[in-house]
């Protein structure tokens, strides 16, 4: 049993294998956060957690005393407007105007498993990694507005899933001003904020900063997760590193505009909501209607990040992913575009697809530029039938490409029309726009109003019809700009704010029904590059193309700062030409397979044209893969350095999850004249057993190499790079 509830006391104390989060009703109704750390046994003692300061300048309850003050209480749930003066986790406001929220605890329930999220992506339980859930009922005495706190606790993953529903109880509509899928507080310690922020190719990279008093936030306002910003944060103490300290870790299971806000109080005790963004939020609820938040998943680790990583990569790879996709080997990939860009025929696409399937490539993906009369970026998204001028005909195209025995896979951006569209002259009203205003325009196109049921028909219609019509395993589904003018003519204008979330909700729906139409299609999420990386992809998208920036050097940061939430079986990561066409960087080809093999792994350049040296390079580095694959996809992910810090060298380490192998990679992006060789100490091994590094035949044991380290070549030049696969010799 997961969770436990002790009625003496009514804590509710939640277990997985490593962690314990624990919380009360207190003597007033309010639910109280007392614990979220290592394992506890003894839930009833939990109880004596609970802070009650005198504190008489903060503001109480009439009738109360300064014990009462919701400002420094640990609430798990924020109240707003009650004389809590921090970050509220939801604002509702009432037809009269009342503008508060204050809950208190009605009922609760525990059952085994775990519901779906209505309308939205969330985890669910399998029998190999199940769930408990405790469902907490709050109530708002004065809007009559229910709110049910819900906890799925994965222990085998040491992850709580959370989520929070919404019921207007009372006989008039309520508006919902803010509503975060979690809150937290943790004790007065020092701690650093860790985000992940950037932007167009460059997304994901790692900034940790000390939390000061204050709120600190990062979020989107774009109504997708963006480039800027990712829906994903950890707190950790000072002094943690990868390896050791505590840190805590949340990542949203949403794809729109979101809020990840931590504020430090007067008391220097943190409280965090995550959330969808209130700024362009508000629902309109009728009396018995229903709001759900989306989920956020939220692990704690008492050995560094690196621990942390594991527990969300574990929960996202069993507990997220499409389940007929989670550990599967999905196929090695070519994808046309920077090798063509739109110039291509059917010709070139067929010479691409048979370089790659002599070399062992699996698929072969068509990428922009297929459809309509789409020749370059300003014309034709929308229209969702095949250029056979350009291409010929579809079916036959896929049957060539199959017939050299590999598959084949389309690229789509569903959400997007172009002024110059067949869809545009029929359907106009179907362009997010707002009256009176100058439309904005983002690489020369416009973004469909995907709230409008009729859009989401129109689009499963036509992309159903393209995929029914040949052998298409495969889709890449891009978006690659932003909403900017929310506006929909079939929202009331009071409801107007209802569009974001909205939009997403339609995102998410297209998702829904294509998979469940053709139900063994694998999706590659992808957004100018790696503009929509989050849970909330990752639930039909099993993989997301990282960033559009495909030099391996430059990946280094991206793919770990993307690691520290996501796994590498869900990152897109290819090797491409060079000089590399974002950087004009030259790295070796070996070292560009190196640093792709740490996601999916495929190829972005036109095969034809390598010579036979670097064709037999490719063959090894698919032997690798094949070879490889387990461990990457399935394993854990150590980061030996850090290239946020140091970029003159990265190491990474992958090890199966019984410590029986390790995959060690090391890349040298800056060689410095006269240097020494380095060491690199590994993680995860056992000690006592000795492992065969496999490409030199050293036999070192777990300890050695843990503790000692395991040396590395000397350096021939800048981009150099290496990987050591490490097998138990001894039986144990
Ligand atoms: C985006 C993607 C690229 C490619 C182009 C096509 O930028 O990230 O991989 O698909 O669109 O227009």
Redesign the pocket.
């Known amino acids: 049993m997961s969770i436990i509830y002790y009625p003496d006391h009514q804590v509710f104390k939640l277990d997985t294998n490593q962690t314990t989060y624990a919380f009360r009703v207190d003597e007033y109704g309010y639910l109280e956060q007392l614990h979220f750390g290592g394992r506890i046994s003894d839930g009833a003692e939990a109880a004596a957690l609970g802070f009650r300061l005198f504190r008489s300048f903060c503001p109480y309850p009439d009738g109360g005393t300064p014990l009462l003050s919701r400002d420094h209480m640990a609430q798990e749930y924020s109240t707003h407007a009650v004389g809590d003066y921090r970050t509220a986790a939801a604002i509702v406001r009432t037809a009269d105007g009342v503008n508060s929220t204050d809950l208190k605890y009605v009922s609760h329930r525990i059952y085994s498993g775990k519901k779906p999220l209505p309308g939205l992506p969330a985890s669910f339980a399998t029998p190999e990694s199940p769930a408990e859930t405790l469902e907490i009922v709050l109530i708002d005495a004065v809007s009559q507005v229910e709110f049910i706190l819900s906890y799925s606790v994965f222990a085998c993953c040491d992850v709580i899933a959370r989520s929070v529903r919404v019921v207007n109880r009372s006989p008039r509509p309520v508006y919902l001003e803010k509503v975060m899928s979690c809150c937290l507080a943790l004790p007065n310690r020092p701690l650093d904020l860790i985000t992940l922020d950037g932007s167009y190719a460059r997304e994901r990279h790692v900034t940790r900063a000390a939390l000061r008093q204050g709120t600190q936030s990062v979020g989107s306002r774009r109504t997708s997760s963006s480039h800027q910003h990712n829906p994903a944060f950890m707190l950790a103490d000072r002094t943690a590193t990868e390896e050791s300290g505590e840190a805590w870790g949340v990542c949203l299971v949403y794809s729109g505009s979101f809020l990840c806000e931590v504020e430090l109080d007067q008391f220097n005790r943190s409280r965090s909501c995550a959330g969808i963004h209130p700024e362009d939020f508000e629902w309109e609820l009728p009396p018995g209607g229903e709001f759900q938040a989306p989920e956020a998943l939220l692990a704690y680790s008492d050995g560094g990040l690196s621990k942390l990583s594991h527990h969300f990569h574990d929960v996202l790879r069993r507990n997220l992913c499409r389940r007929q996709w989670s550990g599967r080997k999905r196929p090695v990939l070519v994808?046309n575009?920077e090798a063509t860009y739109f110039d291509f025929n059917a010709e070139k696409l067929l010479n691409i697809a048979a370089a790659a399937a002599e070399l062992g490539i699996e698929m072969m993906v068509l990428?922009?530029?297929w459809f309509g009369k789409r020749d370059d970026?300003r014309s034709s998204l929308g229209d969702w039938f095949v250029n056979a001028a350009k291409i010929g005909e579809l079916g036959e195209l896929v049957g060539r490409i199959n017939a050299l025995g590999i598959k084949f896979g389309l690229?789509f951006?569903p959400e997007m029309i172009s002024e110059n569209s067949e869809l545009f002259r029929l359907h106009p009203e179907w362009v997010l726009t707002a009256p009176g205003r100058v439309r904005s325009l983002g690489r020369h196109q416009l973004v469909l109003n995907m709230a409008e049921p009729a859009v989401v028909d129109y689009l499963f219609a036509a992309i159903s019809r393209i995929l029914a019509s040949a052998n298409i395993e495969y889709v890449?589904w891009?978006m690659?700009r932003q909403p900017a003018e929310m506006y929909s003519p079939s929202l009331p204008p009071e409801r107007q704010k209802e569009l974001g979330h909205r939009y997403v909700l339609g995102v998410y729906e297209l998702h829904r029904r294509l998979l469940e139409a053709f139900p063994e299609l694998l999706i590659e999420g992808?957004?100018?590059?790696g503009g929509r990386f989050d849970a909330g992809m990752l639930y039909y998208a099993p993989q997301i193309?990282t960033s559009?920036n495909t030099d391996a050097i430059e990946r280094l940061k991206i793919q770990a700062g993307t690691s520290l939430f996501y796994p590498a079986s869900s990152l897109g990561a290819h090797v491409s030409a060079c000089p590399n066409h974002q950087t004009g960087r030259m790295t070796p080809l070996e070292t560009r397979g190196n640093v792709a093999l740490a996601g999916t792994f495929g190829y972005e350049m036109d095969l034809a044209t390598l010579n036979e040296a670097e064709r037999e390079i490719v063959r090894r580095q698919l032997d690798d893969f094949h070879r490889f694959h387990p461990i990457i996809a399935n394993g854990d992910l150590y980061r030996l350095t850090d290239p946020f810090g140091n970029c003159d060298y990265t190491a990474w380490e992958f090890v199966s999850k019984d410590g029986s192998e390790a995959l060690l990679f090391y890349v040298v992006a800056h060689h410095y004249a006269h240097e020494e060789p380095r060491l690199f100490r590994l993680r995860g091994l056992q000690p006592e057993r000795r492992y065969r590094v496999v490409e030199s035949g050293l036999v070192l044991y777990g300890d050695t190499l843990m503790n000692a380290g395991l040396p590395m070549p000397e350096v021939p030049g800048d981009g150099a790079s290496w990987h050591f696969q490490l097998k138990l010799v001894d039986k144990a």
């Open positions: 994808n575009w990428d922009d530029g970026d690229w951006e890449k891009d690659n992808c957004s100018g590059g193309w559009d």
